[in-house]
């Protein structure tokens, strides 16, 4: 079966320190792999996907970026936090073949002082 | 940017009462899913419904799907206290359109008991 795996759970980082979160999947080949950020009480913000190795697509001009070295590992990353950069980040992943539910892995906290 | 809004932003019920959410988007989709959100964790998805269908039922819940009006509403019915949740709309676009998957701004459900 399939699994997803997203880490650390939680993270408190000083403003203007690097950050670096990782996201792997288990028992699927090809998936399309997608990064989100939730505020507070919020919806769900697109900030990557991607659908193969070295493809990746920007929802939203910030200051993070996404890799993907490897067909099932996913890396959101950052140079220097900022405040705003404090969130809820999840990622996910599909199918490329079938398009359709996406599986969560159970989400990274991150706390930005 | 957010692809679908949902409304109500919030909705409190009695337990065994009936609980409707719905959601709006803006641009021709795939497939439209709902998924539940436990707070803090990871999303859960319920129900997809393609964009050739107009209505799917998947035990308690029931989707409908109107693509002229580019609506959605999801149907709980004989709500449980463990029905509560924030629920989610999303959106996959066709893989021409980069086969992103970008969810609405949530519903909070509280279900009392």
């Known amino acids: 079966s399939q699994t997803i795996h997203q880490w650390p759970a939680t993270l408190v980082q000083p403003v203007g320190s690097p950050l670096s979160l990782e996201c792997t999947v288990e028992g699927t080949s090809n998936p399309n792999l997608y990064w989100y950020r939730q505020a507070a009480g919020r919806g769900l913000q697109l900030l990557f996907y991607?659908?193969?190795?070295?493809?990746i697509s920007s929802e939203v001009p910030q200051n993070l970026s996404a890799s993907r070295p490897q067909d099932r590992q996913f890396i959101l990353s950052s140079k220097k936090l900022l405040l705003s950069d404090s969130g809820f980040y999840l990622c996910a992943w599909r199918s490329r073949d079938i398009g359709g539910e996406a599986f969560f892995g159970q989400g990274t906290r991150l706390t930005v002082v | 940017s957010q692809q679908g809004e949902e409304d109500p932003q919030a909705l409190s019920i009695q337990e065994g009462e009936n609980a409707t959410m719905n959601c709006s988007y803006k641009?021709?989709?795939?497939?439209l899913q709902w998924y539940r959100q436990n707070s803090g964790r990871g999303l859960v998805h319920l129900i997809l419904i393609r964009s050739n269908e107009r209505e799917k039922h998947s035990g308690r819940l029931r989707v409908t799907l109107d693509t002229s009006k580019k609506s959605s509403s999801l149907l709980i019915t004989a709500s449980r206290a463990a029905d509560t949740a924030s629920y989610f709309c999303?959106?996959?676009?066709?893989?021409?359109?980069?086969?992103?998957?970008?969810f609405g701004t949530g519903t909070r459900l509280a279900v009392r008991p």
């Open positions: 641009t021709s989709i795939n497939n």
């Open positions: 991607s659908v193969g190795i070295g493809q």
């Open positions: 999303a959106t996959a676009y066709p893989k021409s359109s980069g086969d992103k998957l970008t």
